[in-house]
Structure formats: structure tokens, C-alpha cells
């Protein structure tokens, strides 16, 4: 267009006879408003092809952070929920444990009242015993600790995934902005009509 065509009209209106001359010239106007309507639009897809590729890495970004959240939160699930179940199993064992202790030594004081000496000893090693094995695997502070932590966790994750749609939201807007810009620009930049030809 730019070598060949375009210079080829040219000289086809320069060298037309005078009354064919403005039908040349409007000839070399379209051809060249095409050949600029094409560069715009090549242009256009070339933007196009630019930001649709910036947004692959964040379309994959967001899909795996909420695959690894899903995970995550499944994961917690399938760890918490049978450990809770243990640990109550666990404390109606303890509370058992302990009624049966207190009979067991009231049985005892009981039936050994003429050996005063042997139930207190007994009695006391019996308590330190129990006292030790009653105690739970899991200190309840831990639990208490490790379940807020948890809970402060999925608030963290879910308040962080807001911020993220709410930047996306603004950026998505910033976007539409600068497409319209570009298409006002674009729209004005066309309504220009290249000067005729001397």
C-alpha cells in the first residue's frame, strides 16, 4: 500500500485527464482511509492480544489460591473434626475414671478402717496416680489456642479474598475506562478526514 498501490493512484490522478481527476482523487482518498482503518484495527487487535494476556497469569493466579484455600479448608476439616471427637471421648472416659476412683477409695476407707495407716498411704498414692492418669493428652489451652487460631485463619483468608475482588473490581473499571478513552480517541482520530491531495 505504502510503496506500490498508494503512489500508483497518485500518479494515476496527476496523470487523468481534468475531468476524470476528482474521481481519482476520491479513488486515493478511500483507498487510503482503508489502509488507515486496517493499521487502526490491527492496532486494536494488538492491544486486545496484549491485555488478554496480562489477565492469563491472574485468571490462573486466583484459580490455584482457591484450589489451595479449598485444600486447605478440607484438610482442616478431615485434621479438627475427628480430634474433637477423641477429646470428648476422651473427657467422659477421664470423668468415668474419676467416679470410679472416688468409689473405689471410699470403698476402701471403708472397709480398711482398722488399717488406718496403709489406706491413707494408700489413699494419697492412689490420688497422685489417678491425678496423673486423668490428665488429658491435649492440654485444653492448647485446644482453645489452635482453635482460635483456626477460626482467625479462615477470617484472614476470606477477608484477603474480598480485597482481592474489590481491587479486581477497581481495576476492572479502570479498564473499561481506558478502552473507552481509547475508543473516543480512536472514534475522533477517524472522523478526521485526510486532507485531498494537491
Do not use: C, Y
Request: aromatic residues 2%; hydrophobic residues 40%; charged residues 30%.
Amino acid at each position: 500500500m505504502h510503496t506500490t498501490t498508494n503512489p500508483a493512484k497518485a500518479t494515476a490522478v496527476q496523470t487523468a485527464p481534468q475531468d476524470q481527476q476528482v474521481i481519482k482523487a476520491q479513488e486515493l482518498r478511500h483507498l487510503r482511509a482503508a489502509r488507515d482503518d486496517l493499521e487502526r484495527r490491527v492496532h486494536d487487535l494488538k492491544l486486545t492480544r496484549q491485555v488478554t494476556m496480562q489477565s492469563l497469569p491472574s485468571i490462573r493466579l486466583v484459580q490455584e489460591n482457591d484450589k489451595s484455600l479449598v485444600t486447605k479448608i478440607n484438610s482442616t476439616l478431615v485434621n479438627t473434626v475427628p480430634l474433637w471427637e477423641t477429646q470428648l471421648a476422651q473427657s467422659l472416659t477421664i470423668q468415668r475414671s474419676r467416679d470410679a476412683a472416688k468409689a473405689i477409695r471410699e470403698a476402701n476407707d471403708l472397709t480398711n478402717e482398722l488399717l488406718n495407716k496403709n489406706a491413707d498411704n494408700l489413699r494419697q498414692t492412689n490420688r497422685e496416680v489417678r491425678e496423673q492418669m486423668e490428665r488429658g493428652v491435649f492440654d485444653i489451652e492448647a485446644v482453645k489456642h489452635a482453635n482460635e487460631q483456626l477460626i482467625a485463619t479462615i477470617q484472614d483468608s476470606l477477608q484477603i479474598a474480598d480485597a482481592g475482588k474489590a481491587k479486581r473490581a477497581a481495576a476492572e473499571e479502570e479498564l473499561r475506562k481506558m478502552e473507552a478513552e481509547l475508543r473516543d480517541s480512536l472514534s475522533a482520530a477517524k472522523a478526521r478526514e485526510t486532507p485531498p491531495a494537491a
